[in-house]
């Protein structure tokens, strides 16, 4: 099977053709309109916008390429790479190519750490995250060939070796982010000889006797790897891209998107509500204890974290693959089975109070616990994570936007003043 690069030019003419294809014979076909609640509440639901790296369905939940997100639970991080830019899963020759790629880039200069060891030793290790993967822009090919003149045809070649360029560093520098920030002592250095996410595993330091929590880094690297386009870093990595800009600038612009709370940062939360449950109940709540505790919690007004989904109507399967893990690493562990108790308990206890659409787990109602198990016990540096993986669908997402030309993103606004005309001609009209 061909690399990863050989595949991409294969594959890249039919795509091109396709899309103009697509556009000559059906460009003026409505597939979308616009209310005035959506241009005020986030552009909820549009269809304004091309993503082919993964689909998230309601009833679903994320399928990459095709392939439900629980089949892919056993694959590498890296293969899903591969198949999140190419569309197919690659054979073992595919792999090591891809493996060999990128342990040749993995090294991450110097001034990347004397930059981040002169930071506040209070800055948040998503802030020192995203500032890494900028400060590295200054070896950004794309830049330079741009500046040289390449072709538009060639924007995807340079696109991909700065995002293996990238994707090859992140585990190193996001360990030693850890390490910096969590006084866990010198920089580890990457082991050559293993897949990119038990050495980010064995670079974190953690100790792993078992290999169970390399297992679960390869899980959780792939779980999260994307979502499809319109969520908020993968849309702020589109458009910063879309200018043009490199993908060291439109990752990082991603990765602070990633940063909020209402979206890469919730896994906190919900370790949070774990951690409470067993310290108020000095152990694994009852099902009558917790149902009494989800109540209150809904009465004082505040949300049941890691539960409830803009989009999905089912468990979502990551939560799932998840479970399963856990119940096959750390099934008597107190958080496991209390995030397991919540399972049980919490659906019901939502349906009977009618406001959630979803009542169901997502994938941040387990993945903190998990980690919290493996003696990752630092919930500020779990969205640097989640980053890590996310990068691979960023940057999957960029390559195939180069591959294409899409132009740069430049939606129409409106002002309010203009809603209210025009909203006073639409009832006229009607
Ligand atoms: N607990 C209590 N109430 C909830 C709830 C939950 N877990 N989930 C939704 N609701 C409430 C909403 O707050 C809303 O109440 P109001 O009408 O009073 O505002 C009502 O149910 C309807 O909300 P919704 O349409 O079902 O959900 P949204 O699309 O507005 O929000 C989400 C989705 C995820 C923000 C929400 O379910 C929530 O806050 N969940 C808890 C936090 C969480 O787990 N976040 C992680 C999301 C993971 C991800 O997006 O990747």
């Known amino acids: 099977m061909l690399g990863l690069k050989e595949k991409l030019a294969q594959q890249i003419p039919g795509l091109r053709e396709e899309m103009r294809k697509l556009q000559r014979e059906h460009g003026e076909t409505v597939i979308s309109q616009v209310t005035v609640s959506q241009a005020f509440g986030g552009m909820r639901g549009v269809r304004g916008l091309v993503c082919d790296t993964s689909v998230v369905d309601p009833d679903q939940g994320l399928a990459v390429r095709g392939i439900p997100i629980g089949d892919l639970a056993d694959r590498l991080p890296e293969e899903v790479f591969y198949l999140l830019c190419t569309g197919e899963l690659p054979d073992a020759e595919a792999l090591a190519s891809l493996q060999t790629e990128l342990r040749q880039r993995a090294h991450v200069p110097p001034y990347v750490w004397d930059m981040l060891e002169a930071l506040p030793k209070d800055s948040h290790p998503m802030t020192m995250f995203s500032l890494a993967v900028l400060a590295m822009e200054r070896d950004s090919v794309f830049r330079r060939r741009y500046a040289e003149g390449m072709p538009k045809e060639a924007h995807w070649e340079a696109t991909l070796e700065d995002s293996l360029q990238l994707l090859a560093k992140l585990p190193a520098v996001a360990a030693g982010i850890y390490r910096l920030r969590s006084h866990r002592g010198a920089l580890l250095p990457s082991d050559r000889r293993v897949d990119w996410a038990a050495d980010y595993a064995q670079m974190l330091g953690i100790a792993d006797p078992s290999g169970e929590f390399a297992n679960l880094m390869r899980l959780y690297l792939t779980l999260h790897c994307d979502h499809e386009g319109g969520n908020v870093s993968a849309f702020t990595c589109h458009t910063v891209g879309s200018a043009l800009s490199d993908p060291y600038y439109a990752v990082s612009a991603g990765l602070n998107g990633l940063a909020g709370p209402l979206h890469g940062l919730a896994n906190q939360e919900c370790l949070h509500f774990v951690l409470e449950l067993r310290r108020k109940f000095n152990g694994v709540p009852s099902d009558e204890q917790l149902r009494e505790y989800t ?56 349906r009977e109070q009618g406001k959630a659409k979803d009542p169901w787990p997502n994938v941040d109602a387990i993945s903190g616990a998990l980690l919290y198990h493996f003696g990752l016990t630092e919930f500020d540096y779990y969205t640097v994570l989640f980053g890590v993986s996310r990068a691979m669908g960023l940057c999957a997402q960029l390559i195939l936007n180069r591959a294409l030309g899409t132009p740069i993103t430049r939606p129409k606004s409106v002002s309010t003043e203009w809603i209210k005309k025009n909203v006073k001609g639409a009832q006229k009209a009607a």
Request: aromatic share 14%; net charge positive.
């Open 295 to 350: 109540w209150n919690t809904l009465r004082e007004g505040r949300v049941i974290p890691g539960y409830g989904h803009a989009v999905l109507r089912i468990t979502d399967p990551r939560f799932t693959a998840f479970r399963k893990f856990g119940e096959r690493a750390c099934a008597d562990d107190d958080f496991f089975r209390i995030v397991d108790k919540i399972f049980a308990v919490v659906p019901a206890v939502l």
